[in-house]
């Protein structure tokens, strides 16, 4: 690493595209936000940005949004801050100006959610699509610590989507685009990673298409790639456009960062200025919401795509939070930038606390996930390392007792146990009858 201390990189400005960040810490998106129920950004929602804006970073992504109707209508992880209608760009730009208030210098950047594909809950008659049929086999390789799911997930079916389909979602999105445009963000993220619509062509464990969508790098690039250059075209030159993408399957069947990479060089051309980078999927969430700080770096995902796309699009690591890994990393050329999701919530002056070289302060994330818990069962989201989180607002309520307790209940590991071998036990008996039971008939 060069001689220039983990302050003086980070704090360094990073310019993607016409936009200058102040320095290279950035808040990742998170469904923290607490929307009205109707998709529009709340004064929690605001608060919650605003404080982190506030606490130094050079730019926020707006997470826990949807930028179509098919993924409102198909969320898990419901409200959402919603793009896919004029009506909502008021608001929109309400949140915007009011982060630029609280935070002349910081960037807040739209995370559009295009559709969420094979992780997507088929609602009012209709189906969910993705690039093939497949299920998600949640947490095949592993889940996070202390987040158990009794019984196994089983996710529905998809339907491969129809290339009418797959050109309606790409104007969804163009559209979505020019909303964000105009409520002022000053930079795009189209999310294509996890299980979602647009990460299911990109890898040959959840495409198998024989069209023009599937096979060669090329075809897996495609329906992104026009996406892109239609959004491209939509917003213009000079708006910082980019893609938050998987870097890595991890999974036997799977794509490494060697193949992501390629796949996203196919893309980049049609004009991406930077490329957030998350490890694994819903199949791999161990890898996505990791304990342990650097692993990507560890594994060769952004050197791969370093290598891929050469210096001309910006790179954001995650969950790096040990500022002197992350600045290293950016020293060698490896990444620009570094992106917190855990880690803001349990401490909004991080940035601020690096940048002023006064690390020993930072409240660390114990990586404990009691916030993804709370997530997944679409409980109000509070960090126990940090009281203020989720009540940034005055109005912001809280989680009632009792959901705490299904909180407390869903991470405990001998209750889970439990709770898998009942749920396990009674499908069984549904699908042979007792005497199945009573074999251990799997
Ligand atoms: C409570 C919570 C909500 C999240 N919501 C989103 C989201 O809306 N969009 C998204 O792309 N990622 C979301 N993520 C994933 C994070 O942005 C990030 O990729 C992941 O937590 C790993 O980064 P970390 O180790 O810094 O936490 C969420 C994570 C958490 C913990
Ligand atoms: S609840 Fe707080 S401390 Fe625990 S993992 Fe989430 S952000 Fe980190």
Known sequence: MSSRTAAEILG????????????????????????????RPSDQSIAFLSRRAAGGV?????????????????????????????????????????????????????????SFGRMGVPRDGHEIVSASPKRVDMGAHGLPDNVYLPGGQATPLPNEAGVDEIKELEQAVVDAARRAKAAGF?????????????????????NFRTDEYGGSVENRARALRDTVAAVRQEIGPDLALGL??????????????EGFA????????????????????????RDNVPRESGKMLREGEPQAFRDSLGPSVALF????????????????????????????LADPDYATKVLEGRST????????????????????????????????HPSAKGSNPAQNLVIWAAGNRALMRTADKAIRASRRLRRSGPAAVRTGER
């Open 262 to 285: 390629a796949v996203t060089a196919e893309i980049a051309r049609a004009g991406l200025d930077f490329v957030a980078l998350t490890d694994g999927n819903y199949e791999s969430m």
């Open 12 to 39: 360094t400005p990073l310019t993607i595209n016409k936009l200058t960040l102040k320095n290279r810490i950035i808040l990742g998106p998170m469904a923290v936000l607490r929307p009205t129920s109707d998709g």
């Open 317 to 344: 690591l995650s969950s790096t939070p040990d500022p002197d890994q992350a600045a290293a990393a950016i020293a060698d050329g490896i990444v620009d930038a570094t992106m917190l999701a855990r880690q803001m």
């Open 58 to 114: 050079g730019a926020v992504i707006v997470g826990g949004s949807v930028a179509t109707a098919r993924a409102f209508r198909e969320s898990p992880f419901a409200p959402n801050i919603r793009y896919d209608d004029d009506m909502f760009v008021p608001g929109l730009r309400r949140l915007v100006d009011a982060v630029h208030a609280a935070a002349p210098d910081v960037a807040i950047f739209a995370q559009l959610f295009p």
């Open 361 to 392: 302060e930072i409240v660390w994330c114990d990586h404990a996930n009691s916030c993804m818990r709370r997530l997944i069962l679409q409980v109000a989201v509070q960090c126990h390392k940090n009281p203020e989180m989720g009540h940034e």
């Open 186 to 206: 000053d930079g795009i993220e189209i999310a294509a990673h996890m299980c979602y619509f647009y990460s299911s062509f990109l890898s040959p464990l959840s």
């Open 244 to 257: 938050r993408l998987s870097a890595n399957d991890h999974a036997p069947s799977g794509q490494g960062p």
